[in-house]
């Protein structure tokens, strides 16, 4: 009986053309579930410099003074203001206070500032970081709320 | 049936050790930015202390000066310094190295005392270096001083470089008052 089938050199090249283009669908495919790595100094993700993020903070009659007591400089700060009954809202101190430095708060910076934030009990302060994306263009990273500190108003 | 055709066991083996490298260079580039690297921080064992501080707060006169003595077990390469003139604010925000009219550079909002960690311990540095005129610009007035920070920096190599750090779990407090 005559069988005929494709010569095991092609089948075994189509089985690993197959497996290369299913790793590559499944490769891009998870990666829209991950964001685009944001680099700081030499190439380490800005998620683990959050961790070495040093800063105190004080409010007092209206006026939010931070001091960058560490060596990674703070772009920006999220400010959660808690309203006291379960209630937050969110802004960027840059556009809390007209004051905040463009370049952020450097290594050993400091800053003063006057901040309304009428209703408030506290304050959570959350660093943002400016790092590199892959294409060298800079991005900003939101450090998490474990990052962040309460201060009292 | 003896003439069976397949594909050498060799060229196999390869292709499959290829594959496998292919991929583990792309997992290693997704993930070596999750490598975490050790920190620019500064040693612990660093410190300061300020003494003989002349404060003058007079309109005419408005000057500041102090002894700064390197108390830790590392030499320092100079210090950010920054005060209050509000008993209630807990965090000094006076960038005091605007007002800086020692010897030396004051650079980045710091004071270096030279091109190194040139302040051994024990040693101090006097009068003479660590003054300041609160009179002159920038014409912000910083008002009757009521705290002084100083926190110490040090040049320590990081990725094969010389960098500043900020040792801000050194950093020092005194309450000022006018003599």
């Given amino acids: ?39 700081k100094f030499s190439g380490e993700n800005v998620e683990l410099v959050c961790g070495d993020v040093q ?65 408030a009990v506290q304050l959570i302060l959350i660093p943002i970081l400016r790092g590199s994306i892959s294409s ?18 | 049936m003896k003439n069976k055709r397949g594909v050498s066991e ?20 997704w993930l070596k930015s999750y490598v975490p690297q050790s920190a620019l921080t500064c040693p612990d064992g660093t410190a300061v202390s300020i003494s003989n501080y002349k404060y003058n707060c007079a309109a005419n006169a ?6 700064l003595s390197n108390d830790g077990t590392f030499s320092i390469a100079g210090y950010f310094i920054h005060a209050s003139n509000n008993s209630n604010q807990t965090i000094a925000t006076i960038d005091l190295s605007n007002y800086y009219t ?3 550079d004051n ?14 311990p024990g040693q101090d540095e006097g009068i003479g270096r660590n003054t300041f005129n609160l009179s002159m610009t920038p014409a912000i007035k910083t008002g009757t001083l009521t705290e002084l920070e100083v926190i110490p920096i040090r040049y320590v190599e990081y990725n094969g470089k010389q960098r500043v750090a900020n040792c801000g779990n050194a950093k020092i407090s005194i309450s000022l008052s006018c003599n």
């Fill in chain 1, 55 to 119: 800063f105190e903070a004080s409010y007092t009659n209206g006026n939010l003074a931070i001091s960058n007591t560490g060596n990674v400089p703070i772009y920006n700060f999220s400010v959660k203001i808690d309203s006291g009954n379960g209630q937050y809202t969110t802004q960027d101190l840059n556009d809390l206070t007209g004051s905040w430095p463009k370049v952020g708060l450097r290594a050993g910076g400091v800053f003063s500032g006057n901040v309304q934030t009428s209703g």
């Fill in chain 2, 62 to 67: 408005n000057n500041l000066s102090f002894t």
């Fill in chain 1, 1 to 39: 009986m005559k069988k005929k089938g494709v010569s095991p050199i092609i089948a075994t090249v189509l089985l690993i053309g197959l497996v290369i283009a299913l790793g590559t669908i499944v490769f891009i495919w998870f990666r829209s579930f991950t964001q685009e790595a944001v680099t």
């Fill in chain 2, 10 to 29: 060799i060229i196999g083996y390869v292709l499959l050790i290829a594959i496998v490298v292919v991929i583990s260079i792309f997992v290693y580039q």
């Fill in chain 2, 102 to 104: 020692g010897p030396g």
């Fill in chain 2, 107 to 120: 650079g980045g909002g710091s004071i270096l005392l030279g091109a190194g960690n040139n302040l051994e």
């Fill in chain 1, 136 to 153: 060298g263009d800079e991005k900003s990273y939101t450090c998490g709320d474990r990052y962040g500190q309460t201060i009292s108003v």
